[in-house]
Structures are given as structure tokens and as C-alpha cells.
């Protein structure tokens, strides 16, 4: 049987590898030790000797040079959690260590939350939440809204956050309106979306959501000329992050358009600090980060290690696999 161990922080293990998954990976593998941190892995990296496979997640080890140095039958690097930045580097590529990443598991809520929001942002949900709070009677129908009858959704970036609310958004009677400049026309065709201008993204759509990774050219990407050319009543949604938009701008524009909400899930710098306008500004919805896994929607991605461990078990190919070239391109 294969040797494995538990290498992230102690906190969220029980959430991201519940009981009923490490019951399951431990039918599977042998775990030769108690899930460790990254600390106690490196105050005792000996225990690595036989390792073959890693299981993580959130403050997970770096595979460098160190590490490897203890491992020599090491093979595998599960991580149940989303971008492996921070823990492969260029001695594991070299090396020819595997690594898969639950990256998709932790898109799914993100997407869920996206879409929660996409459809009270369709019917107008939280302008008529401000206006009934200050006017404490209901508006009058009928009640002029865009609701999801052949609304456009403008979609930054099909990312796999972006892909998933694309997914999810498939039933509804809706356009769906996407910018992402690695994309082809053949893949958008196939994924239902139609290619635009980043500019026109935000001019045409009812809806705008934001999934871009922060990257050094993507940071300030989303100016206040964005927002201020957004359609009366339209909403714009960030649970990417907060850096990706010029917040400066962004506030001043929604200081003078009161018809545009802005549906934050993240900032910079985040929290907010206690002076920000974006407190006090009524047309803006923030929420605290939440949109990712929490709770017991983390153990979604133990589940996807899991199977991905079985995969690996078994000599199939991993579905959940990074490779050096998508590893390039991750935030």
C-alpha cells in the first residue's frame, strides 16, 4: 500500500478532510503519521522517506529543494485547495512531481454565490432593498426591471470561476457576454458566450462579475471610465479581487451614479479600513470574503483529492492536474 501523509494548517483540516474522507483515503494508503503542519514537517522531514503521495491544502508545504532533499520516493501533491502557487516550485517540476488541485471544487460556491446575486441583481433586489428602508412603504408596480428574460450578463474573464457561472447560468433565458483575451471564438461558441471588448462588456451588460486572477498587468484593470459607462440600474459584481479595480475611481463613480450597485465580496485593502466610503455608501452590497469554500462546503475539496487519489492509485490519468504551463498562468 501506498505511504501518504497530511501536510497543511491545523485549523481548517477537519472542514477541508472531514471524517468520512479520511476514512476513505485511509482504505486507500497508508498515512504513516497525524496530519502535520508545515512546521512541524519542517522541524522533522525525515518522516518524508517513504512518503509517495502529500496530502494538503491551505498552508501547505513548498516542494523545494529542502524538502525534497527527504523525500526520494515522492511522487504526488494533492492539494485540496485551489492556485498551487505558493508550493510548487521549479525543483518539483524538474523533478516530475505531480500536482492536482481542488481548485474547481473551491470555484463552485464562488459560482453559486455569483449566481445568487446575478438573479437578485436581475430583478432589482437590492435597490428595492435601499428604497423601502428609506421610504418604509413599497414602490408601486409595475415594476420596470431587466430580470433574467434576455438580460446580458458580462463575464470578465472565463476563468474557472467565470466557466462555472457560465455552466450555471445555462438555463436561464439570458446572453451571456464574456471578455477574455485567451480565448478563441471556436471555444466561446462551444462554451455559449459571445467574445467582446472589455469596454463593451461593461456598456451592454445588466450585469457585469468580475473573475480575473491578480496578476501584475491585471492589477487596476477596472477604472472608473468602466463604471461610469455601466447602463442605468445595472450591477457589477467583484469576488475576485479587490486590487483588479481602481477602488478610487470606482467610489467616486458610484458617489454620483446611485442606480449602479456595486456586490462586493472583496476589496483592497480588505477589510476595508474603517473611514472607507464604501461603508457609507448605500449602493454598495459588501459581503466579508465569503464567497469561497467555508464551512462544510471545504470538505468539497477533500472529496476531489479523494478521488483524485484513487485515480493516481489506480495509474488513471488525474482530472484535477496541473501542468507547468497552467501553473504559468495561475494568480
Given at each position: 500500500?501506498?505511504?501518504?501523509?497530511?501536510?497543511?494548517?491545523?485549523?481548517?483540516?477537519?472542514?477541508?478532510?472531514?471524517?468520512?474522507?479520511?476514512?476513505?483515503?485511509?482504505?486507500?494508503?497508508?498515512?504513516?503519521?497525524?496530519?502535520?503542519?508545515?512546521?512541524?514537517?519542517?522541524?522533522?522531514?525525515?518522516?518524508?522517506?517513504?512518503?509517495?503521495?502529500?496530502?494538503?491544502?491551505?498552508?501547505?508545504?513548498?516542494?523545494?529543494?529542502?524538502?525534497?532533499?527527504?523525500?526520494?520516493?515522492?511522487?504526488?501533491?494533492?492539494?485540496?485547495?485551489?492556485?498551487?502557487?505558493?508550493?510548487?516550485?521549479?525543483?518539483?517540476?524538474?523533478?516530475?512531481?505531480?500536482?492536482?488541485?481542488?481548485?474547481?471544487?473551491?470555484?463552485?460556491?464562488?459560482?453559486?454565490?455569483?449566481?445568487?446575486?446575478?438573479?437578485?441583481?436581475?430583478?432589482?433586489?437590492?435597490?428595492?432593498?435601499?428604497?423601502?428602508?428609506?421610504?418604509?412603504q413599497f414602490p408601486n408596480k409595475p415594476f420596470m426591471i431587466p430580470g433574467a428574460f434576455k438580460s446580458k450578463i458580462g463575464i470578465i474573464s472565463l476563468s474557472t470561476v467565470g466557466r462555472c457561472v457560465v455552466e450555471l447560468l445555462q438555463p436561464f433565458d439570458v446572453e451571456i457576454l464574456a471578455f477574455d483575451p485567451f480565448v478563441t471564438k471556436e471555444e466561446a461558441d462551444r462554451l455559449g458566450v459571445k467574445l467582446c471588448s472589455l469596454e463593451e462588456i461593461f456598456e451592454f451588460s445588466d450585469i457585469v462579475s468580475l473573475h480575473a486572477p491578480l496578476l501584475p498587468k491585471t492589477i487596476g484593470m477596472i477604472t472608473g471610465d468602466h463604471i461610469h459607462s455601466m447602463k442605468e440600474g445595472a450591477s457589477f459584481i467583484n469576488t475576485a479581487r479587490g486590487a483588479i479595480v481602481k477602488e478610487s475611481e470606482m467610489v467616486d463613480i458610484l458617489r454620483k451614479r446611485k442606480d449602479i450597485t456595486a456586490i462586493l465580496d472583496v476589496t483592497d485593502p480588505e477589510p476595508p479600513l474603517s473611514d472607507s466610503e464604501l461603508f457609507q455608501l448605500e449602493n454598495v452590497v459588501i459581503t466579508p470574503h465569503l464567497a469561497g469554500s467555508e464551512g462544510a462546503e471545504c470538505g468539497r475539496m477533500g472529496q476531489y483529492m479523494l478521488e483524485e487519489l484513487r485515480r493516481y492509485i489506480k495509474g488513471d490519468t488525474l482530472r484535477w492536474a496541473v501542468s507547468k504551463e497552467q501553473f504559468e498562468r495561475m494568480a
Open positions: 500500500m501506498k505511504k501518504a501523509i497530511y501536510v497543511m494548517d491545523k485549523e481548517p483540516f477537519d472542514l477541508v478532510y472531514p471524517d468520512f474522507v479520511r476514512q476513505q483515503i485511509e482504505q486507500d494508503v497508508n498515512i504513516i503519521g497525524p496530519p502535520m503542519s508545515r512546521q512541524e514537517l519542517h522541524n522533522n522531514p525525515t518522516i518524508l522517506k517513504d512518503v509517495e503521495i502529500v496530502l494538503s491544502g491551505w498552508g501547505g508545504p513548498a516542494i523545494d529543494t529542502a524538502l525534497l532533499d527527504h523525500a526520494p520516493h515522492l511522487k504526488a501533491v494533492l492539494y485540496a485547495a485551489g492556485s498551487i502557487k505558493q508550493i510548487a516550485t521549479d525543483e518539483a517540476w524538474e523533478r516530475g512531481i505531480v500536482f492536482s488541485t481542488a481548485v474547481h471544487a473551491n470555484a463552485i460556491p464562488v459560482a453559486e454565490f455569483t449566481l445568487s446575486q446575478i438573479i437578485f441583481s436581475l430583478k432589482n433586489g437590492w435597490q428595492f432593498v435601499r428604497q423601502i428602508k428609506r421610504e418604509r
